[in-house]
């Protein structure tokens, strides 16, 4: 059974920074992506970064382009989410997923694996 673990959030004061972790147990990386998405109450849940396991390929959306950087610990089974220079428009749940569906579009819905989130409140 896959289970993801994030750890990271908390409240800071814009212009701060935060690493975001998320660890995998009963999940290796392999060729697929990981994705760290957030969701802001009444909102749908929106993709920050991924990162293509097998080869460190990036994505990321254009909020967070420039300012966060998304790395892979294999030996760790750990993904981290480095935001610097965050904005109070960057508060949100933060949740990161795994195990893509083969061939599917990067929706939250084809993401078979999630943690639970940690919370990121960045106050003006």
């Known amino acids: 059974q896959v289970q993801l673990v994030e750890s990271g959030g908390g409240s800071v004061q814009a212009g701060g920074s935060l690493r975001l972790s998320c660890t995998a147990s009963?999940?290796?990386?392999?060729?697929?992506?990981m994705m760290w998405f957030r969701q802001v109450p009444g909102n749908e849940r929106e993709r920050v970064a991924g990162?293509?396991?097998?080869?460190?390929?990036?994505f990321y959306a254009a909020s967070a382009k420039g300012r966060f950087t998304i790395s892979q610990d294999n030996a760790k089974n750990t993904v981290y989410l480095q935001m610097n220079s965050l904005k109070p428009e960057d508060t949100a749940m933060y949740y990161c997923?795994?195990?893509?569906?083969?061939?599917?579009?990067?929706?939250?819905?084809?993401?078979?694996?999630w943690g639970q989130g940690t919370q990121v409140t960045v106050s003006s």
């Open positions: 997923a795994a195990d893509l569906i083969p061939g599917a579009g990067w929706d939250p819905g084809n993401f078979r694996s």
């Open positions: 009963g999940y290796t990386f392999s060729s697929n992506w």
């Open positions: 990162i293509y396991s097998g080869e460190g390929s990036t």
